[in-house]
């Protein structure tokens, strides 16, 4: 018996002693990785132990351009900036201003919910773990330059997308109300808490929750975006209404720092910001999930997993019998990835500037296999596969629905008779205007298309920016004659959205 024993114990020892990224390995890989995807450049930080073991800077900022990435280079990051609000609150509570399980309205009076049943009922905790059942309507705050305030005002024009805490309904506008939530306990603004509570105290000198406020010299990466299968600069977005959902820009630097705190569960460099058990509660299953996720690609396959749930601003898994907590984070011409194994003590971000991209999380899952001496997966390589393969089903899907457009139709009436203001509660204006022979779609500053005929009455806009693909638009013809709205399908809604005319001025 004593042998098997003593066998394990060795293995276990040698596994632990190599179990750590080799800088010069990770190089090749992350260089083979940019190639293959066409990522023009990432950054990486990753933490074991209270230690920065790598902050540092691979491929360049622009596409075609020579100036590098380095580990001080700003990326957008998305979501994971839910990390950070969710902290936040954490501090607010640590000081008695507000508790996970206080109804919204007793901080936001005016906050509504479609139904007033659940809008007696929902907590900060339904907030910041996206079970509140309503569809997520992007949209809303991508498309408009809405306040935050106006923004949460319009949750009572939301859609259930699945029942009142039973499954998944990733809501970025919850996040925004959260911040404006953190605003009225505290007097101070979401941006202003972020700042004072986590980024001075922490030192992150380059990370900025408003793009005002960026750094004032180059070392900002340039957002890209992948457009009829080229590489392609795009414009920075304008994130300022988003706020508490996704407007942070941090560095590979800064998120260690980040890291660190965490892993250290709300301390760092001998100081403490916030209580361990606040920080515990962060990483505490609050909703599970039924494969759901936010993920570019499926990556059950390439990590299986025996549960995963989500918490208070981060996804939960298991991986090889230890808790993972995750979430990525995706703007304009931005992806990025964050990772943390608290038992382990293992950190690890991955910030790119290529919008939609797996890789971020696919290069954080392949550090954390070294790190824990798990299998040796070609991460990369598996999901360049599956990204393929979901490229070829939209493929197939478009072939499907040309093959099913009628030919030699025309609309119903002159294409000025479709031009016009067409509202909804929810999203507000849509204009249809005549542009030379055609008709252009806008909603808001922020969304236009031009809108091509497809058939009869359907007409499909192109969206621009390029990223947010097609939708139909099929109008409406009143008994009288006359166009009086139509129906488009918005991403991530569950039924079309009718939009009426609307001629006041």
């Known amino acids: ?46 933490v074991r132990n209270d230690s920065v073991v790598l902050t540092r800077g691979y491929g360049v900022r622009t596409v075609g351009g020579l100036d590098p990435i380095t580990e001080t280079t700003v990326f957008g990051i998305g ?80 859609r259930p997308l699945v029942p009142f805490r039973t499954g998944l309904s990733y809501n ?17 603004s979401w941006d202003d808490l972020v700042t004072q509570r986590i980024l001075t105290p922490l030192r992150m000198t380059r990370t900025s929750t408003r793009a005002a406020d960026l750094p004032a010299d180059d070392d900002i990466a340039t957002p890209h975006a992948r457009i009829r299968d080229t590489i392609r600069t795009i414009d920075r977005p304008a994130l300022e209404n988003l706020g508490a959902a996704g407007a942070l ?62 918490g208070l601003g981060w996804f939960l898994k298991d991986y090889h019998g230890r808790l993972v907590a995750e979430h990525e984070g995706n703007v304009d011409g931005m992806s990025a990835a964050i990772a943390l194994i608290p038992e382990a003590r293992i950190g690890v971000a991955v910030l790119s500037n290529l919008h939609n991209t797996a890789l971020p999380g696919l290069l954080a899952d392949w550090i954390i296999d070294r790190e824990l001496g798990a299998p040796d997966l070609d991460r990369s390589a598996i999901g ?40 909804d509660s929810l999203y507000g204006d849509l204009t249809v205007s ?49 166009i009086d709205g139509f129906e488009i399908e918005l991403g991530g809604e569950p039924a079309p959205f009718t939009f009426r005319r609307d001629d006041r001025p």
Request: glycine share 8%; net charge positive; charged share 20%.
């Open 1 to 46: 018996m004593r042998q098997p024993v003593l066998a394990a114990i060795l293995f276990a020892l040698t596994s632990a002693a190599s179990a750590q990224v080799v800088p010069e390995r990770l190089e090749r890989y992350v260089t083979n990785a940019l190639n293959a995807w066409g990522v023009p450049g990432v950054a990486i930080a990753i």
């Open 249 to 310: 820009g941090s560095t590979a630097t800064d998120v260690a720092r980040w890291l660190r705190f965490l892993l250290g569960r709300g301390r760092i460099d001998s100081q403490r910001f916030a209580s361990a058990g606040r920080i515990a509660e962060l990483f505490t299953p609050q909703l599970m999930l039924a494969g759901e996720g936010t993920s570019p690609i499926d990556t059950a396959a390439i990590r299986p997993t025996h549960f995963e749930a989500y």
């Open 384 to 423: 360049l596969r599956r990204t393929a393969a979901r490229r070829d089903g939209l493929t197939s899907r478009e072939s499907r629905l040309l093959g099913s457009r009628r030919p030699n139709t025309s609309p119903s009436l002159p294409l000025d008779a479709y031009a016009g203001v067409y509202r």
């Open 79 to 158: 979501s994971i900036t839910k990390s950070f609000t969710a902290t936040v609150l954490a501090m607010l509570a640590d000081s008695g201003l507000v508790a996970w399980d206080d109804p919204v309205t007793r901080h936001l009076p005016g906050f509504r919910m479609p139904d007033p049943w659940t809008t007696d009922l929902v907590t900060v905790r339904d907030l910041l773990a996206h079970r509140t059942g309503l569809a997520g309507s992007d949209f809303v705050w991508y498309a408009s330059r809405h306040s935050r305030a106006e923004l949460t005002r319009r949750i009572r024009f939301m």
């Open 172 to 188: 970025n506008v919850m996040y925004v109300a959260a911040g404006e939530l953190a605003q009225a306990v505290s007097g101070q």
């Open 434 to 482: 005549r542009v030379g022979d055609g008709l252009v779609a806008r909603l808001g500053p922020g969304l236009s298309g031009s809108l091509e005929h497809w058939h009869h009455d359907i007409f499909r806009a192109h969206w621009s920016p390029a990223m947010w693909g097609s939708a139909f638009l099929t109008f409406r013809l009143s008994p009288t004659g006359r």
